[in-house]
Protein backbone atom coordinates (compact mmCIF):
# COMPACT_ATOMS: atom_id res chain seq x y z
CA UNK A 1 0.00 0.00 0.00
CA UNK A 2 0.83 3.83 -0.89
CA UNK A 3 0.67 5.61 2.51
CA UNK A 4 -0.31 9.28 1.84
CA UNK A 5 -0.45 12.54 3.83
CA UNK A 6 -2.08 15.09 2.31
CA UNK A 7 -1.81 18.96 3.35
CA UNK A 8 -3.71 21.51 1.89
CA UNK A 9 -5.86 24.31 3.44
CA UNK A 10 -8.95 23.82 1.97
CA UNK A 11 -11.08 20.75 3.48
CA UNK A 12 -12.66 20.85 0.27
CA UNK A 13 -9.70 19.91 -1.22
CA UNK A 14 -8.21 17.22 1.26
CA UNK A 15 -11.76 15.51 1.08
CA UNK A 16 -11.88 15.33 -2.43
CA UNK A 17 -8.13 14.15 -2.91
CA UNK A 18 -9.13 11.14 -0.09
CA UNK A 19 -12.09 10.15 -2.29
CA UNK A 20 -10.50 10.12 -5.25
CA UNK A 21 -7.21 7.59 -3.79
CA UNK A 22 -9.85 5.90 -1.50
CA UNK A 23 -11.09 4.41 -4.89
CA UNK A 24 -7.62 2.67 -5.99
CA UNK A 25 -6.94 -0.28 -4.50
CA UNK A 26 -3.34 0.22 -3.16
CA UNK A 27 -3.47 3.59 -1.64
CA UNK A 28 -4.02 4.56 1.89
CA UNK A 29 -4.73 7.79 3.17
CA UNK A 30 -3.04 7.86 6.77
CA UNK A 31 -4.12 10.95 7.80
CA UNK A 32 -4.84 14.90 6.52
CA UNK A 33 -3.42 18.28 7.87
CA UNK A 34 -3.99 22.11 7.00
CA UNK A 35 -1.21 23.79 8.17
CA UNK A 36 3.00 23.28 7.86
CA UNK A 37 2.87 23.24 11.42
CA UNK A 38 0.07 20.65 11.33
CA UNK A 39 2.64 19.51 9.06
CA UNK A 40 5.35 19.22 10.65
CA UNK A 41 4.00 17.42 13.89
CA UNK A 42 2.24 14.83 12.01
CA UNK A 43 5.75 14.04 10.20
CA UNK A 44 7.09 13.17 13.92
CA UNK A 45 5.01 10.36 13.88
CA UNK A 46 4.37 9.45 10.92
CA UNK A 47 6.03 8.15 7.70
CA UNK A 48 3.94 8.66 4.79
CA UNK A 49 5.19 7.48 1.20
CA UNK A 50 4.09 10.50 -0.34
CA UNK A 51 3.28 14.00 0.93
CA UNK A 52 0.77 15.89 -1.35
CA UNK A 53 1.37 19.38 -0.78
CA UNK A 54 -0.59 22.52 -1.55
CA UNK A 55 2.15 25.39 -2.52
CA UNK A 56 0.29 28.03 -0.43
CA UNK A 57 -0.56 26.03 2.97
CA UNK A 58 -0.65 28.80 5.63
CA UNK A 59 2.89 29.43 7.43
CA UNK A 60 5.80 28.36 5.49
CA UNK A 61 5.55 28.30 2.01
CA UNK A 62 5.38 25.69 -0.15
CA UNK A 63 8.90 26.26 -1.13
CA UNK A 64 10.36 26.32 2.46
CA UNK A 65 8.20 23.81 3.47
CA UNK A 66 9.62 21.81 0.08
CA UNK A 67 13.48 22.27 1.64
CA UNK A 68 12.36 21.37 5.59
CA UNK A 69 11.09 18.46 4.75
CA UNK A 70 14.09 17.42 2.42
CA UNK A 71 16.59 18.12 5.48
CA UNK A 72 14.30 16.34 8.25
CA UNK A 73 12.12 14.11 7.17
CA UNK A 74 14.14 13.07 3.69
CA UNK A 75 12.54 9.79 2.93
CA UNK A 76 9.53 11.04 2.22
CA UNK A 77 8.25 12.51 -1.16
CA UNK A 78 6.21 15.56 -1.94
CA UNK A 79 4.07 15.67 -4.80
CA UNK A 80 3.28 19.50 -5.21
CA UNK A 81 -0.70 19.70 -5.55
CA UNK A 82 -1.44 23.68 -6.22
CA UNK A 83 -3.90 26.61 -7.60
CA UNK A 84 -0.64 28.42 -8.93
CA UNK A 85 0.66 28.28 -12.29
CA UNK A 86 2.51 24.95 -13.41
CA UNK A 87 4.88 26.14 -16.42
CA UNK A 88 6.01 28.93 -13.82
CA UNK A 89 6.74 27.16 -10.51
CA UNK A 90 6.84 23.18 -11.07
CA UNK A 91 10.78 23.75 -12.19
CA UNK A 92 11.25 25.69 -8.73
CA UNK A 93 9.68 22.81 -6.92
CA UNK A 94 11.68 20.22 -8.36
CA UNK A 95 15.21 21.76 -7.95
CA UNK A 96 13.78 22.79 -4.06
CA UNK A 97 12.96 19.03 -3.56
CA UNK A 98 9.63 17.73 -4.88
CA UNK A 99 8.98 14.44 -7.12
CA UNK A 100 6.52 16.19 -8.87
CA UNK A 101 3.98 18.93 -10.01
CA UNK A 102 0.41 18.78 -10.15
CA UNK A 103 -2.31 21.55 -11.39
CA UNK A 104 -5.48 21.82 -8.85
CA UNK A 105 -6.87 22.50 -13.30
CA UNK A 106 -5.38 19.45 -13.91
CA UNK A 107 -7.99 15.74 -15.20
CA UNK A 108 -8.45 14.27 -11.79
CA UNK A 109 -7.26 11.15 -12.99
CA UNK A 110 -3.78 12.77 -12.80
CA UNK A 111 -3.89 12.88 -8.94
CA UNK A 112 -3.70 9.16 -8.70
CA UNK A 113 -1.26 8.61 -11.97
CA UNK A 114 0.98 11.67 -10.06
CA UNK A 115 1.32 9.98 -6.75
CA UNK A 116 2.01 6.45 -8.09
CA UNK A 117 5.03 7.72 -10.01
CA UNK A 118 6.04 9.79 -7.11
CA UNK A 119 5.45 6.51 -4.55
CA UNK A 120 8.50 4.81 -6.53
CA UNK A 121 10.63 7.46 -6.94
CA UNK A 122 10.29 8.93 -10.22
CA UNK A 123 9.35 12.68 -11.35
CA UNK A 124 6.00 13.61 -12.28
CA UNK A 125 4.98 16.62 -14.47
CA UNK A 126 2.17 16.69 -16.94
CA UNK A 127 2.97 16.16 -20.95
CA UNK A 128 1.52 19.37 -21.54
CA UNK A 129 4.18 21.07 -19.11
CA UNK A 130 6.62 18.80 -20.97
CA UNK A 131 5.76 19.73 -24.17
CA UNK A 132 5.83 23.72 -22.83
CA UNK A 133 9.25 23.36 -21.70
CA UNK A 134 10.69 21.02 -25.27
CA UNK A 135 9.22 23.82 -27.62
CA UNK A 136 9.93 27.36 -26.74
CA UNK A 137 7.64 29.26 -28.96
CA UNK A 138 7.97 33.24 -29.37
CA UNK A 139 4.73 33.68 -27.08
CA UNK A 140 6.57 31.68 -24.28
CA UNK A 141 9.35 33.67 -23.89
CA UNK A 142 8.66 35.89 -20.24
CA UNK A 143 8.65 32.01 -19.46
CA UNK A 144 11.71 31.27 -20.81
CA UNK A 145 13.23 33.70 -19.14
CA UNK A 146 11.30 32.96 -16.19
CA UNK A 147 12.87 29.15 -16.01
CA UNK A 148 16.23 30.41 -15.87
CA UNK A 149 15.60 31.15 -11.98
CA UNK A 150 16.49 29.59 -8.87
CA UNK A 151 13.65 28.58 -6.24
CA UNK A 152 14.80 31.37 -3.86
CA UNK A 153 15.02 34.19 -6.31
CA UNK A 154 10.96 32.49 -7.29
CA UNK A 155 10.43 33.15 -3.55
CA UNK A 156 11.82 36.58 -3.66
CA UNK A 157 9.08 37.78 -6.51
CA UNK A 158 6.95 36.53 -5.37
CA UNK A 159 7.33 38.33 -2.30
CA UNK A 160 8.45 41.74 -3.59
CA UNK A 161 5.06 41.19 -6.48
CA UNK A 162 2.66 40.57 -3.34
CA UNK A 163 3.39 44.41 -2.20
CA UNK A 164 6.15 43.45 0.13
CA UNK A 165 9.24 45.96 1.17
CA UNK A 166 12.80 44.63 1.16
CA UNK A 167 12.80 44.12 5.06
CA UNK A 168 9.88 42.60 5.12
CA UNK A 169 11.10 39.76 2.26
CA UNK A 170 14.22 39.79 4.16
CA UNK A 171 12.74 38.76 7.51
CA UNK A 172 9.95 36.43 5.67
CA UNK A 173 13.14 34.52 4.45
CA UNK A 174 15.77 34.83 7.01
CA UNK A 175 17.96 37.12 4.77
CA UNK A 176 19.23 40.36 5.42
CA UNK A 177 18.26 43.42 3.69
CA UNK A 178 21.70 43.53 1.84
CA UNK A 179 20.80 39.77 0.10
CA UNK A 180 17.48 40.79 -0.83
CA UNK A 181 18.57 43.89 -3.07
CA UNK A 182 21.43 41.45 -4.63
CA UNK A 183 18.41 39.00 -5.08
CA UNK A 184 16.52 41.93 -6.78
CA UNK A 185 19.28 42.99 -8.71
CA UNK A 186 19.96 39.38 -10.50
CA UNK A 187 15.95 39.03 -11.43
CA UNK A 188 15.79 42.34 -13.07
CA UNK A 189 19.07 40.92 -14.94
CA UNK A 190 17.18 37.78 -15.87
CA UNK A 191 14.07 38.92 -16.70
CA UNK A 192 15.65 41.20 -19.01
CA UNK A 193 14.42 44.57 -16.76
CA UNK A 194 15.73 47.80 -15.25
CA UNK A 195 13.46 49.17 -12.85
CA UNK A 196 11.11 47.92 -10.02
CA UNK A 197 7.77 48.65 -11.81
CA UNK A 198 8.32 46.28 -14.55
CA UNK A 199 9.83 43.74 -12.94
CA UNK A 200 6.61 43.77 -11.19
CA UNK A 201 4.64 43.44 -14.10
CA UNK A 202 6.93 41.37 -15.53
CA UNK A 203 5.73 38.89 -12.29
CA UNK A 204 2.16 39.68 -12.66
CA UNK A 205 2.49 38.79 -16.45
CA UNK A 206 3.78 35.27 -15.11
CA UNK A 207 0.46 35.33 -12.55
CA UNK A 208 2.90 35.59 -9.92
CA UNK A 209 0.60 37.23 -7.04
Request: aromatic share 6%; charged share 30%.
Amino acid sequence: MIKVLIADNHPIVRMGIKHVLDAASDFEVIDDVSSTTELFKKLEVVTPDVVILEMDIPEINGIAALRKMKQDFPDVKVLIYSGQSEDVYALSTIRAGAYGYLSKVADIDYIITATRKVSEGNMFITNELAQRLAFDEGTQKPRRFFRKLSSREVEVLKLLASGKRNKDVALGLNLNEKTVSTYKARLMKKLNVDNLVDLLQQAKALELY
